[in-house]
């Protein structure tokens, strides 16, 4: 715990020297014509014309979930460049951190699951990453979502069905944010009622299992997925009400 919150600190101290480097009175977005100013754009026909259903678009054609991110920060900072950077970094912070409890949780030595956790901050910190780091790419939002339903899965004795309603929100929230995630997220109930029914968060006998979960649990399989179907579906059926077409 004590390596982990330095590791945080010194990344947020690089964080900070790196946020103070750009021209802070562009309010942070990241430069004219590319995809983040133009989210930012949409963002702003949310919050000011009140458009929340066209948002910006008739047709939504990516990552529709991000100008709701920067609606909302918005809505809550104001016209706020530094608030969403911070959003930004927090993101990753909290899913390093999560990748840490969640190796532990799955019985992975101490040390290999600091190393991951580390590796992860790395990453995003490091190289080229460092410089679209604060322009708010919907991955970081994506990442957060998956993380916070995967530990919830691992975490849990016997998930209860605010929690399952929880991880469907989140991972039809991670769709809309980033729309190629959606066989990752339909594959979490592969890990659901694995916890659940043998409390045992080892890996190894997990494919013996799935075979057996297939057959014995097609229900739940079908439910899950159909609500996440649903809300991948949704931007379509949100495009052919709004722009009139698909």
Not at 127 to 144: K, Q, T
Not at 209 to 228: C, Q, R, V
Request: aromatic fraction near 18%; hydrophobic fraction near 50%; charge should be neutral.
């Amino acid at each position: 715990k004590s390596f982990f919150i330095l590791t945080s600190i010194i990344t947020c101290m690089y964080v900070f020297a790196n946020i103070f480097s750009f021209d802070l009175e562009s309010h942070g977005w990241a430069g004219i014509g590319d995809d983040w100013t133009t989210f930012q754009e949409y963002s702003r026909q949310i919050v000011i014309e009140n458009e929340w259903l066209k948002a910006g678009e008739e047709v939504f054609y990516f990552r529709p979930g991000s100008r709701y991110i920067y609606a909302i920060s918005h809505i809550i900072f104001g016209m706020s460049g530094f608030a969403y950077k911070m959003l930004n970094i927090w993101c990753i912070c909290l899913s390093s951190f999560l990748v840490i409890k969640i190796l532990k949780k799955m019985n992975c030595s101490i040390f290999l699951s600091y190393l991951a956790g580390t590796l992860l901050l790395g990453i995003y910190t490091a190289d080229n990453f460092r410089w679209i780091l604060m322009v708010g790419l919907s991955e970081y939002y994506a990442m957060i979502c998956l993380m916070i339903s995967l530990y919830l899965i691992i975490n849990e004795e016997k998930l209860s069905n605010t929690k399952f309603i929880l991880i469907v929100l989140l991972g039809i929230t991670e769709i809309w944010l980033r729309e190629e995630h959606a066989p990752v997220v339909i594959s979490l109930i592969f890990l659901l009622k694995y916890k659940d029914e043998t409390n045992n968060s080892s890996f190894f006998p997990y494919f013996k299992y799935l075979i057996n979960y297939i057959n014995n649990k097609k229900g739940i399989i079908i439910f899950y997925s159909s609500l996440i179907i649903m809300g991948f579906l949704s931007i379509f059926i949100r495009n052919y009400f709004v722009g009139g077409r698909i």
